[in-house]
C-alpha cells in the first residue's frame, strides 16, 4: 500500500533519496570527524567532543538501517569530511535541548550526494543517542519527521515515542523506507494501531467545508490587544540576523516573504494594521532557534519559534505549520485530530491538505473577524 509521503512527514521532508542503480548494492560511507565537520552548505562546524566512547551505538544505528534495505550498504570509514556522511558531536543547544541534527545535498534528479550527522555534546550520555542516532539516519536516507501519533510508532516521530532498544527497525519505520527504497520481499503487515491515520475527505461537494467552525481562544486574542497598546497596530518583529538568542539563525528571505505575505492576510481580513518593527516595540517576535516549534505568552508580547522549519527549504507542509503558529497569536487554537477536517478547512486543523498551501480559508477569515 503505497502513501503519500509529503503530506505524511511535516517536516524534513524533500522526496530525495541516494541514487541505486538496478541490481546493484549503493555504498555509502560514514565516518566520525575529529576537527570541523564540513556541512553540505560548505560551512565548517568545531567538533566539541569524540565520539570514540559512542560509536557502537551509533555503528548499531547505521547497521539496523543498512538491514532493513536490500539496495543500501553503509560502511564505516575513516575518511572524516570526504565520507558521503560525516559525523561529529557539535555544540547544538545545550543540555536537554536538541540532541542531534542533520543536513544533505541533492542534485537535479534529488538524489542526495552527501550528508552530515551533528550530536549534541552535552547530550551523549542521556541515554537516547541511539534513538536520536536512529532518527538521524533516518532523514540522512531521505525520510523526514513524523508528528507525534498512537496511530504509529516510529524512531521518525518528533518529539521521540520513546527510547529505541530493538535490534531490527519497529515494523512502521520498516514500512516507511520501503516506500523510498523498495524491497523485493513483501512490505511488512502493518497492525491496526500502525497504520497511519486517513486524511478525511471534505463531506462538501466544494474543496473545502466553509461552515468550518474554527476554535477560539479570546484570551490570547486579548492579550494581543492588550500588547498593541490597545490601538488595533500589531508591532512585528522578524529576526533575519539570527540575533535574538545565543543559537538563533537568520529568518531567510523567502520564510520572511511568507510571513509578510500572511500578515498582509491577516490585515486584509480584519481591521488589523501590521507593522513590522524593532524587536524592543514588537508585540509578535519570530524567531528561528533550536529544533522544535512553539509559540509562547511573554510579559508584553508573542515569542514564535519557528524552529528548525524557520531555515529549512519551504516547502507547503512548512507553510501551514508556519502560518497556524502565528495565529495562535491572534486568538486561532487548534482542531483536535479527532476532528477530521484538513487544512482545506483551516489552517489550524490538524492534518495537512493533499492540494497544497492556499493561505487562509474562508474559516480562518470569520474566525478573526470574531475575534477583532
Known sequence: MAVNLESLFYDDFYGAKWEINNGEVRTITWSPVSNSLKLPSGEYVSVTASLDNY??????????????????????????????????????????????????????????????????????????????????????????????????????????????????????????????????????????????????NPTSTSDSDSNVEVPTDKKWANSLWKFSGKDDIINVYIDSEGSRKKKSKKVSSSHQNFYESLFQEIEDATQLKIEFTDSDEADIIIH???????????????????????????????????????????????????????SDDSLMSYYLSDDGYHGLTDSDIAALQSLW
Open 55 to 200: 560509536l557502537v551505538e551509533i555503528r548499531k544505528a547505521f547497521q539496523i538501517w543498512d538491514d532493513a534495505i536490500e539496495g543500501i550498504k553503509f560502511l564505516e570509514t575513516n575518511s572524516g569530511n570526504s565520507a558521503d556522511v560525516a559525523i561529529a558531536a557539535t555544540d547544538i543547544d545545550g543540555h536537554g535541548g536538541n540532541y542531534g541534527y542533520w543536513n544533505y545535498n541533492f542534485d537535479g534528479n534529488k538524489h542526495i550526494t552527501e550528508g552530515t550527522i551533528g550530536f549534541d555534546n552535552y547530550d551523549l550520555n542521556d541515554g537516547w543517542l541511539l534513538t536520536t542516532a536512529m532518527h538521524e539516519v533516518g532523514n540522512i536516507l531521505g525520510l523526514g519527521d513524523l508528528a507525534d501519533s498512537t496511530q504509529y510508532k516510529s524512531v521518525q516521530e518528533d518529539p521521540f515515542p520513546e527510547r529505541f532498544s530493538s535490534n531490527e527497525l519497529w515494523n512502521y519505520d520498516k514500512y516507511l523506507i520501503n516506500q523510498v527504497y523498495p524491497n523485493t520481499e513483501p512490505e511488512p503487515e502493518l497492525t491496526p494501531e500502525l497504520t497511519p491515520a486517513p486524511t478525511p
Open 288 to 342: 528561528s532557534t533550536g529544533k522544535r516549534m512553539s509559540t509562547k505568552k511573554k510579559k508584553g508580547y508573542f515569542d514564535v519559534n519557528s524552529g528548525k522549519i524557520g531555515i529549512k527549504r519551504l516547502n507547503d507542509a512548512g507553510r501551514e505549520n508556519l502560518a497556524s503558529d502565528v495565529l495562535t497569536c491572534f486568538g486561532l487554537d487548534f482542531f483536535e485530530k479527532n476532528d477530521f477536517h484538513n
